[in-house]
C-alpha cells in the first residue's frame, strides 16, 4: 500500500515536471515569436490643441453649456519659461 501510494506521487511528479518544462518552453518562445508579428499601424490621427484660442473653440464644440472654463487662469501663466504651448502641454501631462 505504501509502495503504491509512492508510485503514485512519483507519477505525479513527473507530470507535473513535464508540464512545468513545456510552459518554460512555451514562455520562453513568447519574445521570439513577437519578433515576427508586424507593428500595428499608428493610431488614427488626433490633433491636440496647443493654443489657448484652440482650447476655448474645442471647449465650446465639446460642451456649449459650460465652454472654456479656466478659473485660475493657468493658461496665462509661463510655467518654467516654456511658453503657452509648452505650458499647456505640461498641464494636459500632468492631469492624466
Known amino acids: 500500500q505504501?509502495?503504491?501510494?509512492?508510485?503514485?506521487?512519483?507519477r505525479q511528479l513527473e507530470i507535473f515536471k513535464t508540464t512545468t518544462m513545456k510552459?518554460?518552453?512555451a514562455l520562453a518562445c513568447l519574445p521570439a515569436a513577437?519578433?515576427?508579428v508586424a507593428?500595428?499601424?499608428?493610431?488614427?490621427?488626433?490633433?491636440?490643441?496647443?493654443?489657448?484660442?484652440?482650447l476655448?473653440?474645442?471647449a465650446k464644440q465639446c460642451n456649449p453649456a459650460?465652454?472654456?472654463?479656466?478659473?485660475?487662469?493657468?493658461?496665462n501663466f509661463d510655467f518654467w519659461k516654456?511658453?503657452?504651448?509648452?505650458?499647456?502641454?505640461?498641464?494636459?501631462?500632468?492631469e492624466i
Open 39 to 54: 507593428p500595428a499601424p499608428p493610431a488614427a490621427g488626433v490633433q491636440m490643441s496647443e493654443t489657448k484660442a484652440d
Open 82 to 94: 516654456l511658453g503657452q504651448e509648452g505650458t499647456i502641454g505640461y498641464l494636459r501631462h500632468a
Open 56 to 58: 476655448e473653440a474645442l
Open 23 to 25: 510552459l518554460a518552453v
Open 2 to 10: 505504501m509502495s503504491d501510494h509512492l508510485a503514485q506521487l512519483r
Open 34 to 36: 513577437a519578433a515576427f
Open 66 to 75: 459650460v465652454g472654456f472654463w479656466d478659473p485660475l487662469g493657468c493658461l
